[in-house]
């Protein structure tokens, strides 16, 4: 029989002190008030997960600023005092239940599909994402073609960045987690078929991971040593699920290399499958990998609610936390299962019909 025991032991990343190394992965569900405000229905959502063992949670993206970074209509927000005030409520009941709570901060960029401050989009380059809008989250069709991203504009990009993980600090976050992954902003710059630019921020990897980086570094800085912080990376994108780094391992040292060395606390990989090689022609899961070239802890998500593949992962050292999504919707006590050798529940596919956000029945003592 497995060994779970590397699942149970405690964990310090940054500043937060983890009980335990299973965490709940964001998830995008779209149950925010119209103008932003986290509800009710989400600190109950959140707090079943903290009650069900989970040592840390990670919520959806939320958007930073009133330009440009909402993706979806209904997401929350932190990027005012009002919607850091609503956050509040959902930190204190995590906290209650002995879980710590990042709060993951994410610019949509050219894959919004829906943002009730502006009409338009922005990305790296006039380039539109691949694939069609997701109906589950409210949107239709292929996605608008964005603006080319102005300088002027990138800076207010990494001033809202660091503007709303003061908030997060305020209502009482114990990190934030930088969104540069599943195709949204910062990952739109990672992305060698979305950037075009033929500035600093375009070319080779070394320029296109360098507004993720300095918005590490920016982040870092401002919230000081007290606070978490770290990044979330992926190849794949939520517009285009077969994508792969094209310059392999010696780009996952590029990328890696750079977001370690800005003083983050945690690269978090998601992948398909985690426990998977990153690229064809290398053994290394992109975890590994990350781990390797970063420096710092590593958090990997994807297909790990089988406890054997997540036990054996951070057993070899390739992850120092697992991350789950889809297993911890089937199994909101997840850990509590794995601890006493209980059955696991199945996904019921209605979770995601026909919208992808919180139902009653998932607000029940799991």
């Not at 606070?227 to 979330?232: A, D, F, L, S, W």
């Amino acid at each position: 029989m497995t060994d779970y025991t590397p699942l149970w032991s405690p964990i310090r990343i940054g500043s937060t002190e983890l009980e335990n190394r299973v965490a709940l992965a964001p998830m995008t569900r779209i149950s925010a008030t119209e103008d932003g405000h986290a509800t009710e229905r989400m600190a109950s959502y959140y707090r079943t997960f903290a009650r069900g063992g989970f040592g840390l949670l990670i919520t959806e993206g939320i958007y930073p600023d009133t330009a440009h970074s909402q993706g979806y209509h209904y997401q929350p927000g932190i990027a005012t005092e009002e919607q850091a005030r609503s956050w509040a409520n959902v930190v204190d009941g995590v906290h209650a239940e002995g879980a710590k709570i990042f709060a993951q901060l994410m610019h949509a960029g050219a894959q919004s599909q829906g943002n009730r401050f502006v009409a338009s989009s922005v990305g790296p380059s006039a380039v539109a994402p691949k694939g069609e809008q997701l109906g589950f989250y409210r949107g239709e069709g292929p996605y608008p073609v964005p603006s080319a991203i102005t300088l002027v504009q990138m800076q207010e990009v990494r001033d809202g960045f660091v503007s709303a993980a003061l908030l997060a600090q305020r209502a009482g976050f114990d990190g934030v987690e930088i969104h540069g992954a599943n195709g949204y902003l910062l990952d739109q710059f990672l992305t060698d078929y979305l950037n075009q630019r033929d500035d600093q921020y375009g070319g080779s990897a070394e320029n296109r991971v360098r507004l993720a980086a300095e918005i590490c570094h920016d982040v870092r800085e401002a919230v000081g040593p007290d606070m978490t912080v770290g990044i979330r990376i992926s190849q794949a994108k939520v517009s285009d699920t077969e994508h792969k780094w094209s310059g392999g391992v010696e780009e996952a040292q590029v990328i890696f290399g750079a977001l370690g060395a800005t003083g983050i606390d945690f690269v978090h990989t998601t992948e398909y499958r985690a426990a998977e090689p990153a690229f064809a022609d290398a053994g290394a899961t992109l975890a590994a990998l990350a781990k390797k070239y970063s420096g710092v802890p590593v958090i990997a998500n994807g297909k790990l609610d089988d406890p054997d593949t997540a036990a054996s992962m951070l057993a070899e050292g390739s992850a120092d936390v697992v991350a789950l999504g889809k297993g911890a919707l089937a199994n909101r006590n997840w850990p509590h299962l794995v601890r006493n050798n209980l059955e696991f529940e199945e996904l019921d596919p209605s979770i995601f019909a026909p919208l992808a956000d919180v139902k009653d029945w998932e607000l029940e003592d799991g």
